[in-house]
């Protein structure tokens, strides 16, 4: 009797376990995106007419619904197409061999590059690369390819440089394109001194994952947008511990991830690529001094 009834139960709270998961995990998804006013709405509107339907026993309308809904999965593809295709990146997205050091040594470029030009107020518009390749969503652009130093970035933005207008691509240290026409957002809710530049931003950043750091031109002001949301007037210390958050693999406890990654990164030899990656949780062990032999002048001979 008990295994029966035990038999019977298991089923049902299964499949409500597994659809509170989903549901809770649907309702993080949309929550904060462009499309989330539009789901509140249409599941606002569902249920009403679902509940005047049943309390009046509407046929023709209860139909309707039945229909409209089985057209819902469409719906959500083409409101959400942004927010999936990013989402679908990052779980495909798996850094093998980079290391925390130089992930952080890619910030630290940024966090120069931006307090130098903001000193000086000398516009920029810069765009980190994730999962989501940059160059389906941005416009024209030259290809650059080189290494990316804070003397560089600072020729490309300089007023008199032919490419210094437009936003630059960067990916795992270097500069892929310089001169890109980044897409503007099209949200009404911005305040109306926001210029070209931080629309570019806040477009390119609904539009993919990336990450785009802004200096302004005419105030020398630091900002980056992510996710659709911009944040303006930050520091050099606030902009490098939100860079750190996103880009340096955060210290945990190893697992046969973690093993795996240090095994290949010890073993693999990769052409161009003769920096050897460190996990940020073990130091580097510091070279020993050696000092130099110390050489005495000879004795004069005897003539």
Not at 73 to 84: D, G, K, R, Y
């Given at each position: ?93 798996q850094s093998l061999l980079m290391s925390a050091r130089e992930q952080r040594e890619d910030v630290e470029v940024i ?180 000092p130099a032999p110390v050489v005495l002048p000879k004795k004069a001979e005897a003539k």
């Open positions: 009797m008990a295994f029966e009834l035990l038999n019977n139960i298991w089923r049902p709270a299964l499949e409500i376990l597994i659809l509170a998961v989903g549901i809770y995990y649907a309702a993080n998804f949309i929550r904060g995106t462009r499309g989330a006013p539009v789901v509140t709405g249409l599941v606002v509107l569902f249920v009403a007419l679902s509940f005047i339907t049943t309390v009046l026993e509407l046929t023709v309308l209860r139909w309707l619904l039945g229909t409209f809904s089985a057209f819902s999965a469409f719906a959500v593809l083409v409101i959400f197409q942004p927010e999936l295709r990013r989402l679908l990146a990052e779980l495909g997205n966090i120069e590059t931006v307090e130098r030009l903001a000193d000086v107020r000398i516009g920029a518009l810069m765009a980190m690369e994730q999962s989501i390749n940059l160059a389906e969503a941005v416009e024209s652009g030259v290809v650059v390819d080189c290494e990316a130093t804070p003397e560089m970035l600072e020729t490309i933005f300089f007023p008199n440089n032919a490419i210094h207008d437009g936003g630059v691509i960067l990916k795992n240290g270097r500069i892929l394109r310089a001169a890109c026409i980044f897409p503007l957002t099209q949200r009404q809710d911005l305040h109306k001194s926001l210029g070209t530049r931080h629309r570019a931003a806040i477009g390119l950043s609904e539009e993919t994952d990336a990450v785009v750091v802004l200096v302004s031109e005419e105030t020398g002001a630091i900002s980056y947008a992510h996710r659709g949301e911009l944040k303006r007037g930050v520091t050099a210390e606030e902009l490098r511990a939100f860079l750190t958050s996103i880009f340096v693999q955060r210290v945990r406890a190893r697992n046969w991830v973690d093993n795996f990654r240090l095994w290949l990164a010890r073993n693999v030899r990769l052409s161009g690529s003769p920096k050897v990656p460190v996990p940020a949780s073990e130091p580097v062990p510091a070279k020993p001094v050696v």
